[in-house]
């Protein structure tokens, strides 16, 4: 049986989980809004993984005994400025996220609860490669700049991103 306190901070995770969802699914509509439907699929793509990450903890706590409480999902903002300013805000969204996992690791870690420990681990590590993938994109937006031809080629290159 899971305990209270790693059960609250669980259901706390799910809902920053689907937040983050409603923060891609937002920043991709704004995408769309520019034309740039590459940025825009791409979005949509990390939305769904963001929805599923919120899923895979969820059967977790259920797997545990716990007890799942959806809360409200906290409204995203609507504008977002230039592509640069939607990737820049994805990374710092993303580098708060790895916060909270590894706050959320050692809780398990302090309350010897191994198993959460160990399901922590795939958060963990995706982490890692979610801001690794996003710094890059920063990387090369910063490069092209919001103008000119080489934005539209890496909207063509990221509108072939495949779930998964
Ligand atoms: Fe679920 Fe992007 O972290």
């Known amino acids: 049986m899971i305990s209270k306190t790693m059960q609250d901070a669980l259901n706390a ?3 920053l989980e689907q937040f983050s969802a ?5 920043m991709s509509a704004h995408c769309t809004g520019k034309s740039f439907k590459g940025f825009a699929h791409w979005l949509m793509v990390q939305a769904s993984e ?8 969820i059967g977790f706590l259920l797997d545990r ?3 799942l409480e959806l ?3 906290a409204a995203p903002p609507t504008d977002f400025g230039g592509v640069i300013q939607v990737f820049e805000e994805t990374l710092a969204h993303e580098k708060s996220i790895t916060g909270r996992i590894n706050a959320l690791f050692e809780q398990a870690r302090n309350e010897k609860d191994h198993a959460s420990e160990i399901a922590l681990q ?3 590590t995706e982490q890692v490669e979610e801001e690794s ?3 890059e994109i920063v990387d090369h937006l910063r490069a092209v700049g919001d103008q000119g031809g080489g934005i539209w080629y890496l909207d063509s290159k990221m509108g072939k991103r495949v779930i998964g």
């Open 71 to 73: 809360k409200a999902v």
């Open 122 to 124: 795939w958060y963990v």
């Open 22 to 26: 409603q923060l891609y699914l937002a």
């Open 65 to 67: 005994g716990g007890r």
């Open 50 to 57: 963001e929805t599923a990450h919120a899923a895979k903890l």
């Open 133 to 135: 993938k996003v710094g």
């Open 13 to 15: 995770q799910i809902n």
